[in-house]
């Protein structure tokens, strides 16, 4: 291969490994990076942009397109074929029309599209689209008085040390927000948030500050399941009647576990600025004014200053509205160095965002009436369908899972975007174009991934200790999504998923692979068995109580024949989906060639004024290398700014 480099499908068929790509160098090797990898800090090692990690590597010269050879268009009238008759036999088999729509008609509700009912049977997103105008408009009220409050502060001072003028209306607004949402239990709330930055003030710096954080926060997730949320009648008889005042969210421990990763954030981030600053002998960090732009790398790395590690900002940022319910999830460095100076939201990016969140809906809207799902999941009787009919239903049960999440991730990120602050974007690619399980994971929450390696992997060894730390990482994730043993079974599945596909990284890493012409077939061969271990365990890990029935029915000797059609299909597929990548590389490399066209010119020797010749001769500039081109012009625009 040109430059020694592996195309975009080899093996790990994902995208290049980079340091920030969260959980890249979970297992092993990544086949698609360099055959060496270096280990990263704490900090190196998480928020780094994809862009800026891809510009720390030389780029390869992109393959030759295959989309319109011969093979290409059998893959195409294979979609032909069998897209649309997926969708036919969905919406066939939730017709009102079966005689088993009479035993889950009661979990549908009237809809508004195409004469027929709507399936809202999933609580989460019921209570989301119930909600959604209240939320709405919440969000205009939000962004509205911020804006209007930072104009009327615009150049005041903090009334306490380290508070920030830009969070004065968010801390306000959030308390509002938070009794409105918890009620009375915003006492509850409170009280947790306040034990934890007591506990991080008093052990930050010391040896052991983290087990002291982590064994807080992990009491504290069981205590808040064990007792439901508690009651003010069990604290005291005399308090019982501020348990009829819970307010919107009654169970608001629940959506607490979002706020359990802030306050480790903000906890671990004060541990380790004080470290820091123990460690260091230089003079004290320059004034603010020289770190006001800065990547999204830097903010995350840069430590904030000790003054604005207060309760201020800690209190602001554990209940910012925009994020409080869903995030995405931003560390503490990274939310005041945006708050320290905000900016106006970019309009066009924004509003584009925006229209694509309510195509998302809309989509949606359209599976819920006419493919129901959820309502045939719960029911769980599965004898009168196929195995055909069974394995759609679970595919669309995990489609519809990760539209759920996109939209109310996107609706959460427009509206902190609208406040001006950037944030990552979960669910980068759609559920359907992921065929490695490092890359699945990375992509579906992204920002709560980004926070994993941050504060769990990289801490507890990184890629040294990956054969067993992938297995802690996965088991705090279950527990923190919900302490049952089945969300167990589904990230053991997973952690041991992560081998096989490490394994097959490590070995097939090889350039020699790569140049044969069978390798990309023996990619899609591995990447479709990879895609249907990812659907069994997230249908065990989401799926509902008949999910058994259901994967007993896909995988036995009556589904054989399915199974093999199923297998030869997705391989037709993952082929398609190898070209398409190649293609957003092919993207890529123009973009970057253009880019660093001027900067090429710029290094070219000039020909002396008194020879003519030299300057008509067609003398080109010596070959650059992308990346220390790219380097350098950033570097440039650091020291300019």
Same mark, same amino acid.
């Given at each position: 291969?040109?430059g020694g480099?592996?195309p ?14 969260a959980?890249?160098?979970t297992?092993l090797?990544?086949a ?5 990898q *270096?280990?990263?800090s704490?900090?190196a090692?998480v928020d780094?942009p +994809?862009? /800026?990690?891809?510009a $720390?590597?030389?780029? +390869?010269?992109p393959?030759p397109?295959r989309l ?6 059998a893959?195409y ?5 069998v897209?649309?008759? =997926? /969708?036919y036999?969905?919406?066939r ?16 509700s009237d809809?508004?599209l195409?004469g027929?009912?709507?399936d ?7 209570t989301f689209?119930s ?9 205009l009220?939000?962004v509205?008085l911020?804006?209007?409050?930072r104009?009327a ?10 508070? !920030?003028?830009?969070?004065?209306l968010p ?8 009794v409105?949402?918890? @009620? ?7 009280a ?9 003030r ?6 052991w500050?983290?087990?002291? &954080?982590?064994?807080?926060? =992990? ?5 808040n399941e064990?007792f439901?949320?508690y009651r003010?009648?069990a ?6 009647w501020?348990?009829?005042h819970r307010? #919107?969210?009654?169970?608001w421990d ?5 706020t359990?990763l802030?306050m ?5 981030d004060h541990h380790?600025?004080?470290l820091?600053?123990q460690s260091?002998?230089?003079s004290?960090?320059?004034?603010? *004014?020289?770190q006001a ?8 790395? *840069? ?11 800690y ?5 910012y ?7 995405? &999830? ?6 005041v ?20 969140l ?5 989509l ?7 493919v129901y799902?959820?309502a &045939?999941?719960?029911? @769980?009787h599965w ?9 759609l ?9 990760? #539209?759920?999440l ?5 609706f ?14 979960n669910?980068?690619?759609?559920m ?6 490092q ?20 801490? !507890? ?10 297995f ?8 923190w999504?919900?302490?049952?043993l089945?969300?167990l079974?589904?990230?053991w ?9 490490g394994l097959?990284?490590w ?6 692979w ?6 990309r077939?023996l990619?899609?061969a591995?990447?479709a068995?990879? &895609?249907?271990?990812?659907m069994?365990?997230?249908?065990v @890990?989401?799926g509902d ?5 259901? #994967?007993?029915?896909i995988?036995?000797?009556e589904g ?21 990548r ?8 123009r973009?970057?060639?253009?880019? #660093?066209r001027p900067?090429?010119?710029?290094m070219?020797?000039r020909p002396? $004024?008194?020879d003519p010749?030299?300057a ?14 790219h ?7 650091r020291?300019?700014?």
């Open positions: 291969m040109p480099r592996l975009e499908h080899a093996v790990h068929v994902g995208s290049p490994a980079a340091p920030g790509d959980l890249s160098h297992v090797l990544s698609l990076g360099t055959h060496q *270096q280990e990263h704490s900090h090692a780094m +994809r862009d /800026a990690a891809k $720390a590597r030389p780029m +390869r010269a393959l397109s319109s050879t011969l093979e290409f268009r893959y009238l294979t979609y032909l074929l897209v649309p008759n =997926m /969708a036999t969905v919406f088999a939730s017709s009102p029309a079966r005689p088993e729509y009479a035993e889950y008609e009661h979990e549908l809809g508004w195409l027929r009912k709507v809202l049977s999933d609580g989460q997103w019921r689209r909600h959604l105008p209240a939320f709405s408009a919440a969000m009220a939000f509205a911020s804006w209007a409050a104009w502060l615009r150049g005041r001072t903090a009334a306490a040390a380290g508070a !920030l003028p830009a969070l004065w801390w306000a607004f959030a308390t509002a927000f938070v409105v949402l918890s @009620g009375a239990s915003i006492a509850f709330v409170a947790l948030a306040a034990g934890n930055y007591a506990l991080a008093r052990v930050a710096g010391r040896r500050a983290p087990a002291a &954080i982590w064994a807080y926060n =992990m009491l504290m997730l069981f205590s064990h439901r949320g003010f009648g604290v005291h008889e005399g308090l019982a501020l348990d009829s307010g #919107l969210l009654r169970r629940i959506t607490f576990n979002l359990m802030r480790v954030s903000f906890a671990i380790w600025s004080t820091r600053r260091q002998s230089q004290p960090p320059p004034p603010l *004014q020289h732009r800065q990547t999204a790398k830097e903010r995350v790395e *840069q430590p904030c200053r000790p003054e604005e590690y207060c309760f201020f900002n209190w602001a940022y554990i209940l509205p925009p994020l409080y319910l869903t995030g995405p &999830i931003i560390t503490f460095n990274d939310f160095a945006q708050m320290r100076r905000p900016t106006l939201p970019a309009l066009r990016p924004t509003l584009a965002y925006g229209a694509r309510v195509a998302s809906y809309l949606m809207e359209l599976v819920l009436h006419t799902s959820v &045939i999941s719960k029911w @769980g004898d009168s369908f196929s195995a055909y009919e069974i394995s239903f679970g595919y669309m049960r995990l489609t519809f899972i990760w #539209l759920k996109l939209i109310i991730w996107r959460a990120r427009f509206w902190a975007m609208a406040d001006g602050l950037e944030t990552v974007d669910m980068r690619r759609c359907s174009n992921n065929y490695s399980l890359q699945f994971w990375r992509d579906w929450h992204c920002s709560y991934n980004r926070w994993l390696v941050r504060y769990v992997y990289v801490p !507890l060894g990184g890629r040294r200790t990956s054969s067993w730390n992938v802690v990482v996965f088991t705090f994730v279950a527990l999504h919900d302490l049952t089945r969300l079974q589904w990230a599945i997973i952690a041991l998923l992560f081998l096989p596909e097959a990284t070995y097939f890493a090889r350039p020699q790569a140049a044969r012409p069978y390798f077939f990619c899609s591995g990447g068995l990879n &895609i249907m271990g990812m069994a365990a997230n249908l @890990g989401f109580a008949g999910v058994d029935k259901m #994967l007993a029915k995988f036995c000797r054989a024949v399915f199974l093999a059609a199923a297998y030869a299909a997705l391989n037709a597929h993952l082929q398609v989906m190898f070209e398409l190649e293609h957003e590389y092919r993207r890529e490399y973009r970057r060639a253009r880019d #660093l900067a090429e010119v710029e070219a020797p002396a $004024a008194s010749s030299a008509s001769s067609g003398a080109s500039s010596p070959r650059v290398d992308p990346a220390a081109a380097r350098t012009r950033s570097a440039a625009k020291a300019a700014s």
